[in-house]
């Protein structure tokens, strides 16, 4: 490991996985400031700053002391805004707290990407990957402003890299939650009705995972910018991957066997970049017993 940050700052920290990072670090020891559009008052963090991560002076403000960042902040899908409000916000936001940031100079960031970048979740139509497992060279097909503005914020990081000599990793993270929330009712519907996953590729990360893999991304010993599938390594969906496969992305090169629940999602980089693995794995309601 790198020397680890003495400050963090973390966007978007009133968020699910903003709150789950604010945790890690507290146990980490480590001094945290959160930006947030508010205070919610119960924020694990000795400095919160309320403002948009897309104004320069808030980002400012918040950056006092830092040496690393996560950046969290953003509009989470493209339903919950116009095209114009989730594409410019999310876009302008990861430019924003880089720039500034990078400016500032700190040399570490995490950025959270999405599973989204690939094109897949969001199209109007049922879109197919090129190969599976996915990897990170995968072509992306992307048709909405959300995933749009995830291709853009990886195209943001590594240019921020190159111009302010910082390390950034964009996560690609998939859908999160914990067990009593969003993961049971997912996998509930992916038991009832697998092609509910088809777009997702049936995919999931618990939050407690999402926030390891954004404190390993500031921690270790890499330079550059780098693009990481952050999932659980094996998927949601009762059926196994094959069969899930053969049914909803017929005809898609098959690069690698995927036994059992094996998400179709190549984790290498995770493993090699962050030594990451999941830890926390939700077993999904056997087929024809979800209520």
Same mark, same amino acid.
């Not at 918040?62 to 999310?90: C, R, S």
């Given at each position: 490991m790198a020397e680890p940050p003495r400050r963090v700052l973390v966007t $978007?920290?009133?968020?699910?996985?903003?709150?789950?990072?604010? $945790?890690?670090?507290?146990?980490?020891?480590?001094?945290? #400031?959160?930006?947030?559009?508010?205070?919610?008052?119960?924020?694990?963090?000795?400095?919160?700053?309320?403002?948009?991560?897309?104004?320069?002076?808030?980002?400012?403000?918040?950056?006092?002391?830092?040496?690393?960042?996560?950046?969290? +902040?953003?509009?989470?899908?493209?339903?919950?805004?116009?095209?114009?409000?989730? *594409?410019?916000?999310?876009?302008?936001?990861? *430019?924003?707290?880089?720039?500034?940031?990078?400016?500032?100079?700190?040399?570490?960031? +995490?950025?959270?990407? #999405? *599973?989204?970048?690939?094109? @897949?979740?969001?199209?109007?139509?049922?879109?197919?990957?090129?190969?599976?497992?996915?990897?990170?060279?995968?072509?992306?097909?992307?048709?909405?402003?959300?995933? @749009?503005?995830?291709?853009?914020?990886?195209?943001?990081?590594?240019?921020?890299?190159?111009?302010?000599g910082m390390t950034v990793v964009a996560l690609r993270y998939p859908l999160l939650g914990a067990p009593g929330d969003r993961l049971g009712a997912r996998a509930a519907d992916y038991a009832e009705d697998p092609a509910s996953g088809a777009r997702e590729l049936w995919t999931y990360l618990d939050t407690r995972d999402a926030a390891r893999a954004a404190w390993l991304a500031i921690v270790r010993p890499i330079e550059g910018f780098h693009v990481v599938f952050a999932t659980a390594p094996v998927t949601l969906a009762p059926q196994p991957t094959e069969d899930l496969l053969a049914r909803f992305h017929p005809g898609v090169e098959r690069r690698a066997p995927m036994p059992g629940r094996t998400a179709p999602v190549d984790l290498t980089a995770a493993g090699t970049l962050l030594g990451f693995a999941a830890e926390h794995l939700y077993e999904p309601v056997p087929a024809g017993e979800a209520s």
């Open positions: $978007g920290a009133a968020g699910r996985v903003g709150r789950a990072v604010l $945790g890690l670090l507290a146990r980490q020891g480590v001094a945290a #400031s959160a930006l947030d559009l508010r205070d919610p008052g119960d924020l694990v963090a000795d400095r919160v700053v309320t403002g948009r991560a897309d104004d320069p002076a808030a980002v400012r403000a918040a950056l006092d002391g830092v040496d690393a960042v996560i950046h969290l +902040a953003a509009i989470p899908a493209p339903t919950l805004g116009t095209p114009e409000e989730v *594409f410019l916000g999310n876009a302008g936001g990861t *430019f924003v707290v880089l720039e500034e940031a990078g400016a500032a100079g700190v040399r570490r960031a +995490a950025v959270a990407s #999405s *599973f989204s970048a690939l094109g @897949l979740p969001w199209a109007a139509r049922a879109l197919h990957p090129a190969y599976v497992p996915v990897d990170e060279a995968l072509p992306l097909q992307v048709e909405d402003p959300y995933g @749009l503005s995830k291709q853009v914020d990886e195209a943001t990081a590594a240019m921020m890299a190159r111009r302010h």
